[in-house]
């Protein structure tokens, strides 16, 4: 069956960063892309952008364009995300998702916590 | 970016009862509107695509409708299961934006 499972919890300080991963398994890992959703609570889930796993290619909201890299590494199907220059405004629950071409997210990962604190 | 505001934020409702959550978008999204669920641990799922497509494996109790700006969610009879937080997604236009969410309670 399909699975994103990601990484643990992160706690980090201000100005570091972390990267966290999701690894796929049960279906061919380049045939779709991964996306990234940023959940907390004052602002709800936010679209950081996604990653064509095939060719690498990748698409963010203006918004995290300075925040977060995604990249892959198609050998382990495991996608990756880089945040950097933390602050606390970086703490929420970060979720991987799967889909197509069009941004319907079938599978979800089970979300990570990041947490941003001195 | 387009705004999507759902209503109601929470809705308290009983066992068996039909509910409507509401989503609507600040410009026309031309039906490009998608469903999910949040449980309580986290887990989020797949309900509906495009307006009115059920995921497979979605019970049939689950339904959508809508057109231009305006969008709904039905569970025509609430299951115990029912009761976690929905948000609607539009993907007519980059970035792909979310509802704030509506909580399903138990009353």
């Known amino acids: 069956q399909v699975q994103l499972q990601q990484s643990g919890a992160e706690l980090a300080k201000p100005g570091s960063s972390v990267k966290i991963s999701c690894k796929a398994s049960?279906?061919?890992?380049?045939?779709?892309?991964i996306s990234w959703i940023k959940q907390t609570t004052g602002q709800g889930l936010e679209y950081i952008g996604y990653?064509?796993?095939?060719?690498?290619?990748?698409n963010y909201d203006e918004k995290f364009k300075d925040k977060a890299t995604l990249t892959v590494d198609k050998s382990s199907s495991t996608a990756f995300m880089q945040l950097s220059s933390l602050t606390p405004d970086d703490s929420a629950v970060y979720y991987c998702?799967?889909?197509?071409?069009?941004?319907?997210?079938?599978?979800w990962g089970q979300g990570v916590m990041v947490t941003v604190s001195s | 970016d387009i705004q999507m505001t759902q209503t109601p934020s929470s809705m308290p409702a009983s066992l068996g009862e039909r509910v409507t959550i509401s989503c609507r978008a600040s410009?026309?999204?031309?039906?490009?509107l998608n469903w999910y669920q949040q449980r309580p641990d986290g887990t989020i799922k797949p309900l509906i695509y495009?307006?009115?497509n059920l995921q497979s494996g979605v019970p049939s109790r689950f339904s959508g409708s809508g057109s231009g700006t305006d969008y709904s969610l039905t569970i025509s009879s609430l299951e115990p299961e029912d009761f976690a937080m929905y948000y609607c997604?539009?993907?007519?236009?980059?970035?792909?934006?979310f509802g704030g969410g509506t909580k399903l309670e138990l009353k």
């Open positions: 997604q539009q993907y007519d236009s980059s970035p792909w934006t």
């Open positions: 049960g279906y061919t890992f380049t045939s779709y892309y």
């Open positions: 495009y307006t009115s």
């Open positions: 410009q026309g999204i031309s039906n490009y």
């Open positions: 990653i064509n796993t095939g060719s690498g290619n990748t």
């Open positions: 998702a799967r889909s197509t071409t069009i941004p319907y997210f079938d599978y």
